[in-house]
């Protein structure tokens, strides 16, 4: 009879709460240095020295402050990544409105590496129906997965290999 295809079941994945919990916890203890920091003014503020302090007080105040605020936001909507046999959506977090990529768009998933950090990756490539006009873009999916980074990057590509219906290609790579 010939190939029965068997459509890929779809597949969610959430962010962390745990590690984005953590770094609210961390946010916060920086909050409190800054509140401190204000609140015990050196013995004489208008010096150079007790303006630098309370002017960092103020700035850890106010930027960790923010940064907390998007921490609560992601507590309460975590990043979710929903995977289909046609690409995948990511949304929650600050994103406003998910959109589908296509698998046929992006060319794999990689770890970028960038200073101390790393990230997943991904190239999007879009042009015309003869190709002779591609163009490329680098993106990247936000950090504090359920998943490490690199099992991440392998999950995802894996997915999409079979989703494009490349199982030779996943042979290759196992």
């Known amino acids: 009879m010939g190939d029965v295809f068997e459509p890929l079941e779809p597949r969610i994945i959430k962010g962390s709460r745990v590690k984005v919990f953590l ?18 003014p050196p013995a004489h ?10 002017a960092g007080g103020w700035l850890g105040i106010i930027f960790f402050g923010l940064c907390s605020l998007i921490y609560v936001r992601l507590l309460t909507h ?15 977090g600050l994103i406003r409105s998910p959109r589908k990529i296509a698998w046929r768009e992006v060319q794999g998933f990689h770890v970028r590496r960038q ?13 015309g129906a ?3 006009s591609l163009r490329r ?21 894996i997915y999409r290999l ?13």
Request: proline share 3%.
């Open 23 to 40: 770094c609210l916890l961390g946010c916060a203890a920086f909050v409190c240095v800054g509140i401190l920091m204000v609140r015990n």
């Open 45 to 54: 503020p208008e010096s150079l020295a007790g303006f630098k302090q309370i």
């Open 78 to 92: 975590p990043h979710v990544l929903i995977l289909d046999g046609n690409g995948f959506v990511l949304s929650g």
């Open 115 to 127: 200073r101390r950090t790393k990230s997943i990756g991904y190239s999007l490539v879009s042009g």
């Open 130 to 132: 003869t190709g002779s």
């Open 137 to 157: 873009a680098e993106r990247r999916l936000p950090g504090g997965w359920s998943l490490s980074i690199e099992n991440m990057v392998d999950v995802l590509n």
């Open 162 to 174: 079979q989703a494009l219906g490349l199982e030779a290609e996943l042979a290759r790579r196992a």
